[in-house]
């Protein structure tokens, strides 16, 4: 693999590549990158990702290799302290509660201290309150007209990523980047010869987050907040500005009127599917109206205040959101869904692209460079077409793949539970959660329980949470998802309910994760806005969606879901599908021509023998027969 990329880099052109678990794909790229001498951006899916690739992974490769190559670590502008915005939540301190007084004494030490001003070192949780006070956003952030910015960590962040000869982003970052350079605002990372892209599977759904249009309630009552915080710090001003105050009311009134003009919505709608959107065009009406009234009060006092003259520039960004979102649709929205999210903060308008693929092409066109996208979990049924597809890719490039080293059909037994009812029957997750149970008796805890819905890991985790479950019982929400990782580590015993954030970046080695349940195949919701228009949209080209679309993007899923499981050559482990139609349909084949080779059964018997602690493995059973096992007894049967 690291020859294939330094040969890709040395040509200028460009790979998708997969490498299964255990290949050391890590390695792979980075020992090539370096070797390049080139100006290399990696990006890869999360924050801990980049940080465990900038303390851990680059500086082990930089050693062996004697290389001197300057390293940057470039995060989005939320994760660094913002000087101004710590001055004047100081300013303010007496007004804040205990607890966040606390915390903002704490900030203020560490500011002292801290080079990066990375917020990830200093010692208060990520999502502490504290932390919106002293970070900045695209539109609070007053850039050139900025008082400290001389002492700005955003800034020396990016001009540290300028000078650097290797960068690391993470994916959100890169695709806000991106959406910049397509709007012409100006990039925030520098452009390099060679994009390495990480955990790439992630990359075309983050995308249509990010090259897409919204507008939040949220965003408005920050600016109302940020201009009555600067009216009250600037006393004399506000006999400037007298009409300011009244217009900013009727704006925060405009922005909670349209949250309750939701009321009886909850979470992702499509617009076209709520029951009458004339009232809520007439709100929208009005908060362009009352958007337009602070817009006018701030020309009024222009020049007199640096944060009210930001705030006017932030109206006309929202009226000009606001006017393409509530616009009557048109032709040109064709490719884009329209759709709401309304929650208990607050709701968000958006206006999604549903093909990224043309924008990509369009972003590789504009600056031409080496592109090498890898993750574990790209193929289906040894195919790259889906992901190439999604990223407008057509047989130009070049592909490769490197299975994993694990010898699977050894180390992980692949139980499909007999006689499981349809999905779709009322009874079906408590028969998940009954042979769950069993399952998790036989693995003496040691298990994931990973749910496709929330509604059904609420239900399990009701039954499972008594005292007599018998295990330590970790349920996700109850605590930060990697303070339960590292209990469900230190504990060994322990068994933990997850959803969607379980399923991948998760790396538990060794017996403590022994066994891992998925309660269904992780088809995509069909009432979500966002599949419904893609299905439409596929439909429209005379494609089959469920074959282009739903069935490859569930495959992946459960390619992640799956690599959970074994994460080293010593590691064995009991891999369970509930889902019966993985028997039943003949989709059943894609998963199984796409996940590792496991040994398959249904036979409850063969999972007790696999899970005996390997010293009282009898001859009998040690090992389970390669071919035997490797069949599907009812398949053959059928
Ligand atoms: S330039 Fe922006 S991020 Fe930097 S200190 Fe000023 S307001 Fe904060």
Redesign the pocket.
């Known amino acids: 693999m690291a020859q294939t990329i330094a040969q890709i880099i040395t040509a200028e052109t460009s790979l998708i590549c997969e490498a299964g678990t255990g290949t050391g794909k890590t390695l792979a790229y980075l020992v090539p990158a370096v070797l390049s001498k080139r100006k290399v951006v990696l990006s890869t899916g999360t924050r801990a990702l980049q940080d465990q690739l900038f303390r851990h992974d680059l500086p082990l490769v930089l050693a062996a290799l004697n290389s001197a190559a300057r390293v940057a670590l470039l995060k989005g ?1 939320s994760n660094y302290l ?4 710590l001055e004047r939540a100081l300013g303010r301190a007496a007004r804040l509660n205990r607890d966040l007084r606390a915390d903002l004494s704490r900030v203020r030490d560490w500011a002292q201290v801290t080079t990066s001003g990375d917020i990830a070192e200093c010692q208060i949780a990520e999502n502490a309150s504290v932390w919106p006070l002293v970070t ?1 956003t695209l539109d609070n ?3 050139q007209d ?1 008082p ?2 001389n002492r ?1 960590h ?2 020396a962040a990016r001009r540290q990523a300028q000078e650097a000869d290797i960068v690391i982003v993470n994916h959100h970052l890169l695709c806000a980047n991106f959406a910049l350079q397509l709007n012409q605002v100006g990039a925030v990372i520098p452009e390099p010869q060679c994009w390495i892209i990480d955990e790439a599977h992630q990359l075309p759904e983050i995308a249509m987050q990010f090259f897409g249009l919204a507008l939040s309630t949220k965003q408005v009552l920050d600016l109302t907040d940020d201009l009555v915080t600067a009216a009250d710090s600037e006393h004399d001003l506000i006999g400037s500005a007298p009409g300011l105050s009244a217009a900013v009311t009727a704006l925060t009134t405009a922005a909670h009127t349209l949250h309750q003009a939701f009321a009886n919505v909850t979470g992702r709608v499509a617009w076209q599917d709520l029951d009458d959107p004339e009232p809520i065009l007439r709100v929208l009406a009005q908060l362009g109206e009352a958007l337009t009234a602070v817009a006018d009060s701030l020309t009024a006092v222009a020049g007199q205040n640096k944060e009210w003259d930001r705030g006017r520039e932030r109206c006309a960004d929202l009226l000009k959101r606001l006017a393409r979102l509530a616009a009557p649709p048109s032709e040109a929205d064709a490719d884009w869904v329209r759709w709401v999210d309304v929650q208990n903060w607050g709701m968000r308008l958006h206006l999604t692209p549903l093909d990224v693929a043309p924008i990509f092409a369009a972003l590789r066109e504009q600056a031409p460079a080496t592109w090498i996208l890898t993750s574990a979990t790209m193929t289906v049924g040894g195919s790259f077409d889906h992901f190439a597809r999604q990223m407008g890719w057509g047989a130009e490039v070049r592909t490769a793949s490197w299975d994993s080293p694990f010898d699977y059909p050894r180390q992980a037994l692949w139980f499909l539970p007999p006689d499981m009812p349809d999905p779709s029957t009322a009874q079906y997750t408590q028969r998940v959660a009954v042979i769950a149970r069993e399952l998790i008796t036989i693995a003496q805890g040691r298990t994931f329980l990973l749910f496709t819905s929330h509604r059904a890991l609420r239900e399990v985790a009701a039954q499972f949470d008594t005292p007599s479950f018998g295990y330590p019982l970790l349920i996700q929400g109850s605590a930060p998802r990697a303070a339960l990782l590292d209990r469900f580590r230190s504990l060994g015993n322990a068994v933990l309910l997850g959803s969607t954030s379980f399923w991948e970046g998760v790396d538990v080695r060794g017996e403590a994760l022994s066994c891992v349940i998925i309660d269904k195949l992780p088809f995509a919701m069909p009432d979500d806005p966002i599949l419904r228009a893609k299905i439409a949209a596929l439909q429209r080209q005379g494609l089959n969606p469920f074959l282009e679309y739903q069935l490859p993007h569930a495959v992946i899923a459960l390619k992640q879901g799956a690599g959970r499981l074994i994460r080293d050559d010593t590691d064995r482990g009991l891999f369970v599908v509930c889902d019966p139609r993985l028997l039943t349909r003949r989709y059943g084949t894609a998963f199984f021509n796409s996940l590792p080779p496991m040994t398959r059964t249904q036979e409850l018997a063969a999972v007790r023998a696999f899970m005996q602690p390997p010293e009282t493995l009898t001859p009998a059973v040690k090992p389970i027969k390669r071919r035997r096992a490797r069949t599907i007894k009812k398949t053959e049967d059928n």
């Open positions: 502008r913002c000087q101004y915005r900045s952030c007053l850039a900025c400290r910015l700005c955003p800034q």
